[in-house]
């Protein structure tokens, strides 16, 4: 017979190791929240995270070129105005090869190159043909870019769900809530990878990405509270519900 205890009860050095992993999990969560702000979130060239955000990430500003989305969103600071204006200007006037040694390949030398090289990740913009590509119309990203971080997002998020459910598992808590709330990150996850697809070819769709992204946030955030706080609170602190019969039925009953 299987034999579960609760948060409550874990010997100490368990409790120590789960929340080192949970404290860790959460500031990855707020890093990655800020990462979100910082990337999509200046998409549209204005502070926050917003609808416009995600349509010009995934299906793309294309009234403009990529280059001037990033020109005039996440990459703004890194150059001035009027260096920034000059380049969107060649952009808009079909971005020629007769202005590129001359013009704009010493403007990408002197503030483009130091990140966007070969030995980056980044397109090289050192490179003709990479800075035409990014001067085309922005059609957001493209269908191998979504492939790739798709799979990304889903083989490593769901790890940390996973691990997340896992000690939540273990709390004291409504049976109901507790599997909702455990199922909640996984739904919302695929329901987020799917917004994607949908938002590349029919802007209506960016509302979901939202909601997924909400979704598992409150979920995971709740787990990891909730764990916490039955890991290192007395007893008599919880909230009424996390100790109601369905939630406090002993270690032989819960196991089998």
Known sequence: MIQITTLARLPLAYKVLYTGFLLVIGVGL??????????????????????????????????????????????????????????????????????????????????????HNAGSTLPDFSKFENVKKESEVDEGQSIAQLTRVSHIHLFGIAFIFLFVGWIFGLA?????????????????????????WLTKYMPVFAWLTMIGGIGYSLASTAMIFTALAQMWLPQEQWPAYWTSEEATATPDTQGG
């Not at 999509?40 to 416009?52: E, M, Q, R, T």
């Not at 808590?173 to 709330?181: A, S």
Request: glycine share 8%; charged share 15%.
């Open 30 to 115: 707020m890093m990655a929240g800020a990462q979100i702000m910082l990337t999509h979130g200046l998409a549209d060239g204005k502070p926050g995270l917003s609808i416009n955000d995600i349509v010009y990430s995934y299906y793309g500003n294309r009234s403009g070129s990529k280059l001037e989305a990033m020109l005039n969103g996440q990459m703004e600071p890194m150059a001035p105005d009027e260096v920034r204006f000059e380049l969107i200007q060649w952009a808009r006037d079909g971005g020629h090869i007769t202005q590129w040694s001359s013009q704009i390949e010493p403007i990408m030398q002197k503030y483009c190159v130091s990140c």
């Open 172 to 196: 004291q808590h409504p049976l109901r809530t507790k599997l909702i709330l455990i199922a909640t990150p996984f739904v919302f996850l695929l329901l987020d990878i799917l917004s994607w």
